[in-house]
């Protein structure tokens, strides 16, 4: 998840590597973060969401939610697809389809999960290998938005002797400069997921097991942070980096209970069914913590790894179920990322028959 600004960044350094001008500089710009305007239909999904069946509620999603079809694969086809048959340009399109393909790589490259073959499959993936905050990701794109600002603000006659020596480098070196800086960007953005691959071999190789690599979330630059099923009763939590192999080692219970709860496992369970019917499924390892009060049994449920997640995260998402010991019925809540509150949550949400 890389920031818009560099988003558009990369848009610009699109356009300028290639040498396009004017409108179509623009445009590719514009294409650059036309991924991210998908905050607009989900707004629309935000306001009838909780009109609409449970079926058509997660289809919607699908269609409307923030990285989801305006991710996909199929939606830069249809937009690579609407460049060539306006324009017959075939150096234009492949430009707007880097620009547009660059947008959704980064988001499923870095820390948040998307669904990029939807329609044809609703199964959620992430490749992880990038931290979202990082510095080469973030700041390289900035350097066209940069260089066009200060070419801007010196025609208008202002910073009359400033930035001299760089005006002049840049002036004699400009294609060089921006196909260097593409070609940079492009090799980091390859060769991290390449080395995610042997840092997760070599993990999975010291502990004696299958390591998920989507499910190693980056929690800084270099640095990852992993889970696997330990045995049945625990997950096995470690924090590992490129330089020194597993940093830290900890141990989160599956299922914790407070008091004297009949048939803990059994809500737990119910709770973890209830949850897999719901959208956008952002857990890989649930941990359930259940306790009885006043005739209703509470089950909190909520990823293994969020105590050693200092910032946002993908899973980072706390639900609670209270169900009624009577009669069966149920409320659901969530409290998402670092909100304080909670918010009650549809009986939409969830399907029937769980």
Not at 146 to 165: C, D
Not at 205 to 219: D, F, L, M, V
Not at 253 to 269: H, L, M, P, Q, R
Request: one cysteine or more.
């Amino acid at each position: 998840m890389v920031n818009t600004v560099s988003h558009l960044g990369i848009g610009l350094l699109i356009a300028l590597a290639l040498g396009f001008k004017g409108k179509k500089r623009g445009i590719l710009a514009f294409l650059a973060i036309l991924p991210d305007l998908d905050i607009i239909p989900y707004i629309l999904f935000a306001l009838v969401s909780d009109s609409v069946s449970h079926e058509a509620r997660n289809q919607l999603f699908y269609l409307l939610g923030h990285r989801e079809f305006m991710h996909s694969i199929l939606f830069i086809l249809i937009v690579t697809l609407f460049i060539w048959l306006k324009t017959k340009d075939r150096r234009f399109t492949a430009a707007g389809f880097a620009a547009i393909f660059l947008h959704s790589y980064l988001d499923y490259a870095t820390s948040w999960k998307m669904r990029p073959f939807y329609p044809f499959s609703t199964e959620t993936s992430i490749m992880g290998a990038v931290y979202f905050f990082d510095p080469l990701a973030n700041l390289l794109p900035l350097l066209p938005l940069f260089v066009l600002f200060v070419g801007y603000i010196k025609r208008k006659g202002r910073w009359n002797g400033k930035f001299n020596s760089f005006c002049t480098f840049f002036t004699e070196n400009r294609s060089k400069f921006y196909r260097t800086l593409l070609v940079v960007l492009l090799v980091w953005l390859t060769v991290l997921p390449v080395a995610k691959i042997f840092l997760v071999n070599y993990i999975s190789n010291a502990e004696g097991t299958k390591i998920s690599y989507q499910e190693t979330y980056p929690s800084s630059p270099g640095k990852f942070l992993t889970a696997y099923s330990y045995n049945s009763t625990h997950y096995k939590i470690l924090e590992v980096s490129y330089w020194a192999g597993i940093e830290r080692r900890g141990y989160i219970e599956k299922i914790n209970v407070t008091g004297d709860v009949a048939d803990a496992s059994a809500y737990a369970e119910r709770a973890g069914k209830l949850y897999s019917t719901a959208v956008p499924q952002e857990i890989d390892y649930p941990v359930y913590s259940v306790s009885e009060e006043n005739g209703s049994i509470t089950v909190m449920l909520s990823d293994a790894r969020n105590p050693y997640v200092e910032y946002r995260a993908y899973f980072k998402t706390v639900y609670r179920f209270v169900f009624d010991t009577e009669s069966g019925e149920y409320e659901a809540y969530a409290r998402m990322q670092e909100e304080d509150e909670e918010e009650k949550l549809g009986d939409n949400w969830f399907g029937r028959g769980t």
